[in-house]
């Protein structure tokens, strides 16, 4: 693959994950300071808002993996790699505010990073792969 083609996706898949961010950041937020949910359900509804909103972007624009989004086959293997990224991150974030005491708000901003690395690398080289 050209080192350009390469630079494209990083770059939309950045600009998707900033706009899955900012949408997810806003929903734990309100859920989480504004209606008084527990943190874990928190980010069990935030992740789900979040999957369903980055493969849509995903799939139809940082990858082309399909011309018309489908939600079967590409669709289990981006879950899987999510509900992965998601289940180490329901465990440190646990740990964190269970354990240590952390908000679990800064908490969370902390592995956002973390996370973006994991979900490109294993969204662009296993589940969306042409």
Excluded at 71 to 78: C, D, E, L, S
Aim: hydrophobic residues 55%; positive net charge.
């Amino acid at each position: 693959m050209p080192l350009s083609k390469f630079k494209i996706e990083i770059s939309k898949f950045t600009i998707v994950g900033m706009l899955n961010f900012a949408l997810t950041f806003v929903v734990f937020f309100l859920l989480l300071k504004k209606f008084n949910i527990n943190y874990a359900l928190a980010l069990t509804v935030t992740w789900v808002v979040g999957i369903l909103f980055s493969y849509a972007l995903n799939s139809s624009w940082v990858f082309r993996s399909e011309q018309r989004l489908q939600f079967k086959g590409r669709f289990i293997k981006y879950f899987s790699c999510y509900f992965v990224s998601f289940v180490l991150n329901f465990f440190v974030l646990n740990y964190f505010v269970k354990y240590r005491g952390y908000d679990p708000f800064y908490v969370q901003a902390f592995l956002i990073p973390l996370i973006v690395i994991f979900n490109f690398s294993t969204t662009k080289y296993w589940s969306l792969r042409s």
